[in-house]
C-alpha cells in the first residue's frame, strides 16, 4: 500500500468553547467532532492528531463539566502550497459514573444541538478505550448519527496497552458490538501515534480536503 500522503499541521490554535446551543461560533472551515467517554484518552488523541503537546489540557480531574471546544488547524497536504483549513471540534467526555441524569441529558442537548446545526460538519469520531467494549452510550451514539446521516467513524485508542496479538480481536469485537450497520475501525495510540497516520489519512479523504474542499484560514 503506498504511503498515506500526510498533511503538515503549519498551525492549531484554540478557537472558542461553548456551553449553550446556538452560541456556535461562524461556520467556516470543514469540522471533526470528536467524542467519548471521560478518561478515554480523547485530549492525548487530539494532541497527537494537532501535533501539539498542550492543545487539549490533558485531564486531571475527570467529569468536570465543560462546553464544545473548536480548534482551528491550518494543514498543508505533501506536494501541494495550499494552505488548507480544517476545524477540530472536542466535545465534551460523557459517561462519568457520578453525573446526573440532569448533566445527561444538558450533554445531549448540547451534542445534538451542534450536530443538527453544523452544516460544515463532514465526519464525527467515537473514541473507544481499547480494553473496553462500547457501552450503551457509544452504541445508541452510532444509531443516533446513523439516523441523522452524519458519517462517524470508531476510533479505538491506547491500543499500547494491547498485546500484538489483541489488535485484531479489538477491531472484530468492536464491529460485532455495532453489528453490520455499525462504523468503519481505526486503532490508535495516542500515546506512541501508532495508527494516527492512517487515521490522518482517513480525515483528509472523509472531509474533502484532498479535493479543495476547505477554505484557506
Ligand atoms: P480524556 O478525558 O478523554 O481527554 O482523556 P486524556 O487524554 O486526558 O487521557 C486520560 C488518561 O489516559 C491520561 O492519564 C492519559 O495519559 C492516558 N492516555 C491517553 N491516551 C493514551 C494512550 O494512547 N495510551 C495510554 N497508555 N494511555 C493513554
Known amino acids: 500500500m503506498p504511503k498515506p500522503a500526510l498533511p503538515a499541521v503549519l498551525d492549531a490554535v484554540f478557537l472558542a468553547e461553548v456551553r449553550e446551543v446556538g452560541q456556535w461560533p461562524p461556520e467556516g472551515p470543514v469540522e471533526v467532532a470528536i467524542a467519548g467517554r471521560s478518561n478515554v484518552g480523547k485530549s492525548t488523541l487530539l494532541n497527537r492528531l494537532a501535533g501539539r503537546r498542550t492543545l487539549a489540557r490533558v485531564s486531571k480531574t475527570p467529569g468536570r ?5 473548536f480548534y482551528d488547524l491550518a494543514l498543508r497536504l505533501p506536494g501541494t502550497s495550499e494552505r488548507l483549513a480544517l476545524r477540530l471540534v472536542d466535545l465534551p467526555g460523557y459517561g462519568y459514573a457520578q453525573v446526573s441524569r440532569d448533566e445527561r441529558k444538558a450533554w445531549q442537548r448540547l451534542v445534538e444541538g451542534y450536530v443538527k446545526a453544523r452544516s460544515s460538519l463532514r465526519l464525527f469520531l467515537i473514541v473507544l478505550d481499547a480494553r473496553r467494549a462500547p457501552g450503551e452510550e457509544e452504541l445508541q451514539l452510532a444509531e443516533w448519527l446513523r439516523s441523522e446521516r452524519v458519517p462517524h467513524h470508531l476510533v479505538v485508542t491506547k491500543t499500547d496497552k494491547l498485546r500484538a ?47 479543495g474542499g476547505a477554505q484557506p484560514l
Open 65 to 69: 463539566t465543560r462546553g464544545i471546544i
Open 165 to 211: 496479538a489483541e489488535h485484531g480481536s479489538a477491531r472484530g469485537k468492536a464491529r460485532a458490538a455495532f453489528g453490520p450497520d455499525g462504523p468503519s475501525v481505526s486503532l490508535v495510540s495516542g500515546e506512541t501515534g501508532e495508527g494516527v497516520d492512517a487515521l490522518w489519512a482517513l480525515l483528509v479523504e472523509a472531509t474533502g480536503l484532498r479535493d
